[in-house]
């Protein structure tokens, strides 16, 4: 007595074969279908994983805007302004007698 296993891959191609196109065909499509299912899994994940750098991205750059607003505002205070004009720039104010109002029409 042989104890010979039958080639199961072997069996399923015969058999694929010999019943007909239909079988063959249906296999290729849940193939097909099988993998497009894939593809679109991977390329969701792909947008999603660029969509969530793009966000990270848009809150640093916010942070980083608001952080210059807040600098502007302070390098902008009259205080200041009125300081660095004094001792960087030498400047002072004018006496009043030499000020000179102009009116636009």
């Given amino acids: 007595m042989s104890n ?9 191609a ?3 074969l010999t019943v007909g196109r239909a079988p ?10 099988a993998m497009g299912v894939v593809f679109t899994t ?16 848009r809150e640093r750059l916010d942070n980083e805007w608001r952080n210059l607003l807040l600098e502007e505002t302070a390098l902008a205070e009259h205080s200041r302004v009125q300081a660095v004009a004094k001792q960087d720039l030498e400047m002072t104010r004018p006496d009043s007698d030499k000020e000179v109002i102009i009116q636009l029409p």
């Fill in 24 to 33: 063959l065909v249906l296999l290729v499509l849940i193939f097909a279908s």
């Fill in 4 to 12: 010979s296993r039958p080639n199961l891959a072997k069996i399923i």
């Fill in 14 to 16: 015969l058999d694929l």
């Fill in 42 to 57: 991977h390329h969701t994940r792909q947008a999603i994983t660029e969509k969530d750098q793009a966000l990270m991205e």
